[in-house]
């Protein structure tokens, strides 16, 4: 060839467009997502193959973890809560399973119960229907439908979120074995000695007519009428004290007529307020020393003064403690009326008593205060139930009676009757508002009462007993483990809530504290929808009947027939069994407290052999916080009660999920996510990452600008993906580099940063840190991979010859790059990762039936050390090259060379320079290594080599830009 046809001497428009030498990453797999259409496909996809029972098969015999479900109720669509809580199940199961755990996970639901109950009610009154009219077992079966409609509803919503479980056979509580099973627990917990019926003062909902308990209740800010009212004394040990006034302050004046007492503390002083009025008449009020100032700005005593209203007041000096007022007697304000307002009102000694604000006189009235029940029962008071479960008082009742609801403002409101009546009696010395915090229904918003009711019990401080109960095999089986015989549950609960793990760790403090210091356990609600309490309690004696036998007849009908067998004609009979007259018995009609069912999920779910895949007791309960006092302590409670430990050994909390401000979400406010709206709209791997980006064991936030960041992350790393999909086109397992020692220092660094990542990733699974793993996972392939790693090496793949060593090197590290990632990313991105999966392996089984991938050997803590310091130079090269880009002195990085001076003392390795311009992308790198310098100096000039017309790089052995250097020239020659 003459030099007049050698590619360096042609015409610059003749010269060769090289692109189709250029080994360019190929996929078919797309850049735009389309998340919400391909989604149902590999759902439809999974459900065929039955890959939760593929699962199962490859996981047989290993090591178990153990997930038990929390129950949602089964009564509306699901929110952004529910996609929370689920989605963090799944992830803490399919890590299990990665890790290669048999992992199964049993989904269910809390069917039973006032919010499936209010719902039916409401369609009723949108009917004008009345449910106290309809049959009780129609009204039940109307329940199971609704609730059973919702199961299916929400079961269709957490699959298409990709929740991966049993979802063919989910547990529900108001299956008939689910039942019988609670109904057995609750005569364990009967036949053991834990079970009482007594009068309490109990959270009464009067729009629900029940019991509620504490988990059932959430406090709102309201504003109540606040009063002081005057109960005149009548005897005294104190004779200045004779004629005098008593003022006790209430904010719920309903009480008022069901006064029967006035407490004061021992230690507090009191004093006289002097009134003297324009007609001549004077009054004493007895009021505590430091809470005067209110008393006289409440009633106004001042201004009135002032203004001639009353011609004085004055205080007199304190000359007794609250110890002195021993034996005095008030009579109610209301005493002419006879009766029950006509008895004594003593004066008696509470520890309640404080002078944090009101008068230092605490009116009581144990029907509607626990610690007047408490105070008055030492001294012989009683309870007189006369507030009704609809809120108004008895038909019989002397004042007011068969009026009502005591919930409502206005009834006790300034002009309502109670504060007219008291007005009029000359009792009523101030009313005005007062704003607090009072306790709600969760279900019907409405205010609750304290409300003394007989109710069923489950004793926290009674010893347990060591009754026996009849297996299924006819032997007699202990009820309780031999360990717990004599303890208190209290006692149990505490050191249990000791023993397990809870994280984040401060759960361990909030459910203690609420354990130690809760009341008895309240288990009767007066509802229909529910377990009903299997009791027969003798009508001469009072005590429940205690035999094993009945209670195997009574389980055994429930198995048959669900709930609706405890009222079947001829039951009564049957469970009492010959011998025994059913007219000696009450058979109990209330039924059992919803945390009671939900508390005894772990023994049906876990124990009952329903799912021989699952074990007892779980490794894992996995909430929201506020279940500290609702499942996890009623599961604690239960199982201590019946087991003697906790049903779990770790505990995991997660917090709220506020709007994008911070803001409770509220359909009132406009502010509520709609998770089923965000899956048509992005799919649902992007609330999935959402899940695992967030700080979950706090309260956190979601919303549009949020949502945006979380889907711009989610193209990040399916860009990731994509490359390496592209980049491994054609792959095959004869170009693998097995040896270490055969790669470039390069990428031995990038498989110790990938064993380092991986050690961070197991140690995050075993925290439940989420969101660190997730960070780890992402900022590895922002900052490691795309960033750094495969941007160097573009250009050997692109340009390098398919069989270069390097070349092959590099492939072979994107495979494992690729088996690990796309495992990694598994159990967030569950829809993504399969698509990428069978993208590659379009025959292949899922990719969720993988394990965790098995990296090399490749641990350096040393080359780790060096490869950072190379970095932070590539950094350095960075920032000193931008202002040559932007002022339009370079196009591209490959135009500059840098010069590098090292200081003498530079310990280190140092790669060559062409490895060096490689790894900064430039054209040439010149090496100084003795200068004195603190630090890496480097400068940046324009290169005067030329550019090579396939590899771009500018390189001295082009003699004209759009020749070929001596690589590229051996590549397509």
């Given at each position: 060839?003459?030099?007049?046809?050698?590619?360096?001497?042609?015409?610059?428009?003749e010269?060769?467009?090289?692109?189709?030498t250029?080994?360019?990453?190929?996929?078919a797999?797309?850049?735009?997502?389309?998340?919400?259409?391909?989604?149902?496909?590999?759902?439809?996809?999974?459900?065929?193959a039955?890959?939760?029972g593929?699962?199962?098969?490859?996981?047989?015999?290993?090591?178990?973890?153990?997930?038990?479900?929390?129950?949602?109720?089964?009564?509306?669509?699901?929110h952004?809560?529910?996609?929370?809580?689920?989605?963090?199940?799944?992830?803490?199961?399919?890590t299990?399973?990665?890790?290669?755990?048999?992992?199964?996970?049993?989904?269910?639901?809390?069917c039973?119960?006032?919010?499936?109950?209010?719902?039916?009610?409401?369609?009723?009154?949108?009917?004008?229907?009345?449910?106290?009219?309809?049959?009780?077992?129609?009204?039940?079966?109307?329940?199971?439908?609704?609730?059973?409609h919702?199961?299916d509803?929400?079961?269709?919503?957490?699959?298409?979120?990709?929740?991966?479980?049993?979802?063919?056979?989910?547990?529900?509580?108001?299956?008939?074995s689910?039942?019988?099973?609670?109904v057995?627990?609750?005569?364990?917990?009967?036949?053991?000695?834990?079970?009482?019926?007594?009068?309490?003062?109990?959270?009464?909902?009067?729009?629900?007519?029940?019991?509620?308990?504490?988990?059932?209740?959430?406090?709102?800010?309201?504003?109540s009428?606040?009063i002081?009212v005057?109960?005149?004394?009548?005897?005294?040990?104190?004779?200045?004290?004779?004629?005098?006034?008593?003022?006790?302050?209430t904010?719920?004046?309903?009480?008022?007529?069901?006064?029967?007492?006035?407490?004061?503390?021992?230690d507090?002083?009191?004093?006289?307020?002097?009134?003297?009025?324009?007609?001549g008449?004077?009054?004493?009020?007895?009021?505590?020393?430091?809470?005067v100032?209110?008393?006289?700005?409440?009633?106004?005593?001042?201004?009135?003064?002032?203004?001639?209203?009353?011609e004085?007041?004055?205080?007199?000096?304190?000359?007794?403690?609250?110890?002195?007022?021993?034996?005095?007697?008030?009579?109610?304000?209301?005493?002419?009326?006879?009766?029950?307002?006509?008895?004594?009102?003593p004066?008696?000694?509470?520890?309640?008593v404080?002078?944090?604000?009101?008068?230092?006189?605490?009116?009581?009235?144990?029907?509607?205060?626990?610690?007047?029940?408490?105070?008055?029962?030492?001294?012989?008071?009683?309870?007189?139930?006369?507030?009704?479960?609809?809120?108004?008082?008895?038909?019989?009742?002397l004042?007011?009676?068969?009026?009502?609801?005591?919930?409502?403002?206005?009834?006790?409101?300034?002009?309502g009757?109670?504060?007219?009546?008291?007005?009029?009696?000359g009792?009523?010395l101030s009313?005005?508002?007062?704003?607090?915090?009072?306790?709600?229904?969760?279900?019907?918003?409405a205010?609750?009462?304290?409300?003394?009711?007989?109710?069923?019990?489950?004793?926290?401080?009674?010893?347990?007993?060591?009754?026996?109960?009849?297996?299924?095999n006819?032997?007699?089986?202990?009820?309780?483990?031999s360990?717990?015989?004599?303890?208190?549950l209290?006692?149990?609960?505490?050191?249990?809530?000791?023993?397990?793990?809870?994280?984040?760790?401060?759960?361990?403090?909030?459910?203690?504290?609420?354990?130690?210091?809760?009341?008895?356990?309240?288990?009767?609600?007066?509802?229909?929808?529910?377990?009903?309490?299997?009791?027969?309690?003798?009508?001469k004696?009072?005590?429940?009947?205690?035999?094993p036998?009945?209670?195997?007849?009574i389980?055994?009908?429930?198995?048959?027939?669900?709930?609706?067998?405890?009222?079947?004609?001829?039951?009564?009979?049957?469970?009492?069994?010959?011998?025994?007259?059913?007219?000696?018995?009450?058979?109990v009609?209330?039924?059992?407290?919803?945390?009671?069912?939900?508390?005894?999920?772990?023994?049906?779910?876990?124990?009952?052999?329903?799912?021989?895949?699952?074990?007892?007791?779980?490794?894992l309960?996995?909430e929201?916080?506020?279940?500290?006092?609702?499942?996890?302590?009623?599961?604690?409670?239960?199982?201590?009660?019946?087991?003697?430990?906790?049903?779990?050994?770790?505990?995991?909390?997660?917090?709220?999920?506020?709007?994008?401000k911070?803001?409770?979400?509220?359909?009132?406010?406009?502010?509520?996510v709609?998770p089923?709206?965000?899956?048509?709209?992005?799919?649902?791997?992007?609330?999935?990452?959402?899940?695992?980006?967030?700080?979950?064991?706090?309260?956190?936030?979601?919303?549009k600008e949020i949502?945006?960041?979380?889907?711009?992350?989610?193209?990040?790393?399916r860009?990731?993906?994509?490359?390496?999909?592209?980049?491994?086109?054609?792959?095959?397992?004869?170009?693998?580099?097995?040896?270490?020692?055969?790669?470039?220092?390069?990428e031995?660094?990038?498989?110790?940063?990938?064993?380092?990542?991986d050690?961070?990733?197991?140690?995050?699974?075993?925290?439940?840190?989420?969101?660190?793993?997730?960070?780890?996972?992402?900022?590895?392939?922002?900052?490691?991979?795309?960033?750094?790693?495969?941007?160097?090496?573009?250009?050997?793949?692109?340009?390098?010859?398919?069989?270069d060593?390097?070349?092959?090197?590099?492939?072979?590290?994107?495979?494992?790059?690729?088996?690990?990632?796309?495992?990694?990313?598994?159990?967030?991105?569950?829809?993504?990762?399969?698509?990428?999966?069978?993208?590659?392996?379009?025959?292949?089984?899922?990719?969720?039936?993988?394990e965790w991938?098995?990296?090399?050997?490749?641990?350096?803590?040393?080359?780790?050390?060096i490869?950072?310091?190379?970095?932070?130079?590539?950094?350095?090269?960075?920032a000193?090259?931008?202002?040559?880009?932007r002022?339009?002195?370079?196009?591209?990085?490959l135009?500059?060379?840098?010069?590098?001076?090292?200081?003498?003392?530079?310990?280190?390795?140092?790669l060559?320079?062409?490895?060096?311009?490689?790894?900064?992308?430039?054209?040439?790198?010149?090496?100084?290594?003795?200068?004195?310098?603190?630090?890496?100096?480097v400068?940046?000039?324009?290169?005067?080599?030329q550019?090579?017309?396939?590899?771009?790089?500018?390189?001295?052995?082009?003699?004209?830009?759009?020749?070929?250097?001596n690589?590229?020239?051996?590549?397509?020659?």
């Amino acid at each position: 060839m003459s030099d007049e046809q050698t590619p360096a001497k042609r015409d610059a428009s003749e010269k060769r467009d090289w692109r189709d030498t250029v080994f360019l990453p190929k996929t078919a797999f797309p850049m735009k997502a389309g998340l919400p259409q391909k989604e149902p496909a590999i759902l439809a996809r999974w459900k065929e193959a039955d890959l939760y029972g593929q699962l199962r098969a490859a996981r047989e015999g290993r090591e178990k973890f153990i997930l038990h479900d929390g129950p949602p109720y089964a009564n509306g669509d699901i929110h952004i809560g529910h996609v929370l809580n689920k989605t963090l199940k799944d992830l803490v199961v399919r890590t299990q399973t990665l890790l290669g755990k048999d992992a199964p996970y049993v989904p269910g639901w809390d069917c039973h119960g006032l919010p499936i109950e209010w719902k039916v009610e409401e369609q009723y009154r949108k009917k004008k229907r009345n449910k106290d009219e309809v049959p009780p077992a129609e009204f039940r079966a109307e329940c199971r439908a609704y609730a059973q409609h919702w199961v299916d509803v929400q079961r269709e919503q957490f699959q298409r979120l990709g929740i991966l479980g049993q979802w063919d056979k989910p547990y529900l509580t108001m299956a008939f074995s689910a039942e019988a099973t609670i109904v057995g627990e609750l005569c364990k917990v009967a036949e053991s000695g834990q079970l009482y019926r007594g009068a309490k003062p109990v959270m009464w909902s009067p729009v629900e007519k029940t019991a509620l308990a504490e988990a059932e209740i959430e406090y709102e800010d309201v504003t109540s009428t606040q009063i002081d009212v005057a109960f005149e004394i009548v005897e005294s040990p104190l004779q200045s004290l004779v004629g005098a006034h008593a003022v006790v302050w209430t904010t719920t004046p309903w009480t008022i007529p069901v006064n029967q007492a006035i407490a004061f503390g021992e230690d507090i002083a009191y004093l006289l307020v002097h009134v003297s009025q324009q007609d001549g008449t004077k009054q004493r009020y007895l009021i505590a020393e430091d809470l005067v100032p209110a008393f006289l700005t409440r009633t106004h005593l001042m201004e009135r003064a002032s203004s001639g209203e009353i011609e004085r007041f004055d205080v007199s000096a304190p000359d007794f403690k609250g110890s002195d007022l021993a034996g005095t007697i008030a009579r109610h304000p209301m005493h002419h009326l006879g009766g029950f307002f006509a008895k004594p009102r003593p004066l008696i000694a509470a520890p309640h008593v404080t002078t944090d604000a009101g008068t230092g006189l605490v009116h009581m009235a144990p029907d509607h205060g626990e610690e007047d029940f408490e105070a008055c029962k030492a001294v012989g008071i009683d309870p007189v139930f006369a507030v009704e479960g609809d809120g108004k008082y008895r038909e019989d009742w002397l004042w007011l009676g068969g009026q009502g609801s005591v919930i409502n403002p206005r009834f006790n409101g300034p002009e309502g009757p109670i504060c007219s009546d008291l007005r009029e009696a000359g009792a009523l010395l101030s009313a005005g508002d007062f704003s607090h915090s009072y306790p709600h229904s969760w279900r019907s918003k409405a205010r609750v009462i304290y409300r003394c009711t007989p109710q069923w019990f489950v004793a926290m401080d009674r010893p347990i007993g060591a009754s026996t109960s009849l297996g299924t095999n006819g032997e007699e089986n202990p009820l309780v483990p031999s360990e717990v015989e004599g303890r208190t549950l209290r006692s149990i609960a505490l050191s249990e809530i000791e023993r397990v793990r809870f994280v984040p760790d401060k759960g361990r403090n909030r459910i203690g504290s609420m354990v130690e210091g809760r009341p008895d356990w309240v288990l009767s609600r007066q509802r229909a929808w529910g377990v009903p309490i299997t009791l027969f309690v003798d009508r001469k004696t009072g005590k429940y009947l205690v035999d094993p036998e009945v209670n195997a007849r009574i389980v055994a009908a429930v198995r048959e027939k669900g709930v609706d067998a405890w009222t079947e004609e001829g039951a009564v009979q049957h469970f009492l069994g010959e011998g025994r007259n059913p007219d000696d018995y009450e058979q109990v009609t209330d039924i059992l407290d919803v945390w009671f069912d939900s508390g005894c999920t772990h023994v049906f779910t876990l124990e009952s052999g329903h799912w021989p895949e699952q074990r007892w007791p779980a490794d894992l309960y996995l909430e929201g916080s506020d279940q500290h006092r609702g499942w996890f302590q009623s599961s604690l409670l239960e199982s201590c009660a019946t087991r003697g430990r906790a049903p779990y050994d770790t505990v995991l909390t997660h917090g709220f999920t506020m709007d994008s401000k911070g803001m409770k979400m509220s359909k009132s406010l406009g502010n509520t996510v709609n998770p089923l709206d965000l899956m048509k709209e992005t799919g649902a791997d992007i609330l999935r990452l959402w899940v695992a980006s967030v700080d979950f064991t706090e309260d956190h936030r979601i919303g549009k600008e949020i949502l945006a960041g979380v889907s711009d992350s989610y193209r990040k790393i399916r860009n990731t993906f994509r490359y390496l999909l592209g980049a491994l086109e054609g792959y095959e397992e004869a170009e693998r580099v097995t040896d270490l020692a055969e790669m470039p220092e390069l990428e031995r660094y990038m498989l110790a940063l990938l064993s380092k990542l991986d050690e961070e990733l197991k140690a995050a699974v075993a925290v439940y840190d989420f969101n660190g793993y997730a960070r780890a996972l992402t900022d590895f392939c922002n900052n490691d991979l795309s960033a750094f790693y495969f941007d160097i090496r573009k250009d050997c793949l692109y340009c390098d010859a398919a069989d270069d060593p390097k070349r092959r090197a590099y492939r072979s590290l994107l495979d494992t790059l690729f088996h690990a990632l796309v495992r990694w990313f598994a159990p967030i991105l569950v829809f993504t990762t399969e698509e990428v999966w069978a993208t590659r392996y379009p025959d292949a089984p899922s990719v969720h039936l993988s394990e965790w991938p098995e990296l090399p050997d490749a641990a350096d803590a040393r080359l780790l050390e060096i490869w950072t310091s190379y970095r932070a130079l590539r950094e350095q090269v960075t920032a000193e090259i931008e202002p040559m880009r932007r002022e339009k002195v370079i196009g591209s990085s490959l135009e500059a060379k840098v010069a590098i001076g090292l200081p003498d003392t530079a310990d280190r390795p140092m790669l060559a320079a062409d490895e060096l311009a490689e790894l900064f992308i430039v054209s040439e790198v010149l090496l100084d290594t003795g200068t004195v310098v603190e630090g890496p100096a480097v400068v940046a000039h324009r290169t005067d080599y030329q550019k090579c017309g396939r590899c771009w790089r500018h390189l001295p052995e082009v003699e004209e830009d759009g020749d070929l250097c001596n690589r590229c020239g051996e590549v397509v020659a």
